[in-house]
T-cell receptor, first 113, second 112 residues
Framework: QKEVEQNSGPLSVPEGAIASLNCTYSDRGSQSFFWYRQYSGKSPELIMSIYSNGDKEDGRFTAQLNKASQYVSLLIRDSQPSDSATYLCAVNRFRTNAGKSTFGDGTTLTVKP | DTEVTQTPKHLVMGMTNKKSLKCEQHMGHRAMYWYKQKAKKPPELMFVYSYEKLSINESVPSRFSPECPNSSLLNLHLHALQPEDSALYLC???????????FGPGTRLTVT
């Protein structure tokens, strides 16, 4: 079992729809969770960080964290073609192995006009 | 300003060359990272510096040598690389360990 698993993808949604990206993790000691967006040929860009259970909203993006079920998700509302990219989920443990982010393999999202 | 800069953008080097990658941030971040990324794969952690001290070395071959001259700068010295070391090398920084990371644009390295 991988430490961090994401939707296998690719994921395709029509413009204006909600895109739902999911991530599960195996280490119950994980404390900080991140979503990065990476366009082809570019570097990862931070979209959201979340540290406590519940929802966190930033514009069209909502991150949801459920530590009991060990999953974190990213919802993108009113999806735009410019959202087409690979989305990486990253998880940190804190204290033990401090500084090490474990990344999922990424989910490629295509938003069709 | 959440900018991390990296130079050079592209680098082609032979297997006997010595070169260095540079990374700089002026956000006052105290943690800095080197990652290697191959096509269609997630970033792979190489080194972590915290308060200018090496905190993590992910068993990286000695042909890669990191250096943190001060809190804003991070270098990666390269020597006797192999063709399989060709990849995108990413630098990142964060406020402290385990906080959100900000990535630089990367250096695309080709080893011939």
């Amino acid at each position: 079992q991988k430490e961090v698993e994401q939707n296998s993808g690719p994921l395709s949604v029509p413009e204006g729809a909600i895109a739902s990206l999911n991530c599960t993790y195996s280490d119950r000691g994980s404390q900080s969770f991140f979503w990065y967006r990476q366009y082809s040929g570019k570097s990862p860009e931070l979209i959201m960080s979340i540290y406590s259970n519940g929802d966190k909203e930033d514009g069209r993006f909502t991150a949801q964290l459920n530590k009991a079920s060990q999953y974190v998700s990213l919802l993108i509302r009113d999806s735009q073609p410019s959202d087409s990219a690979t989305y990486l989920c990253a998880v940190n443990r804190f204290r033990t192995n401090a500084g090490k982010s474990t990344f999922g393999d990424g989910t490629t999202l295509t938003v069709k006009p | 300003d959440t900018e991390v800069t990296q130079t050079p953008k592209h680098l082609v080097m032979g297997m006997t060359n010595k070169k260095s990658l540079k990374c700089e941030q002026h956000m006052g971040h105290r943690a800095m990272y080197w990652y290697k990324q191959k096509a269609k794969k997630p970033p792979e952690l190489m080194f972590v510096y915290s308060y200018e001290k090496l905190s993590i070395n992910e068993s990286v071959p000695s042909r890669f040598s990191p250096e943190c001259p001060n809190s804003s700068l991070l270098n990666l010295h390269l020597h006797a690389l192999q063709p399989e070391d060709s990849a995108l090398y990413l630098c990142a920084s964060s406020q402290d360990l385990d906080y959100e990371q900000y990535f630089g644009p990367g250096t695309r390295l080709t080893v011939t």
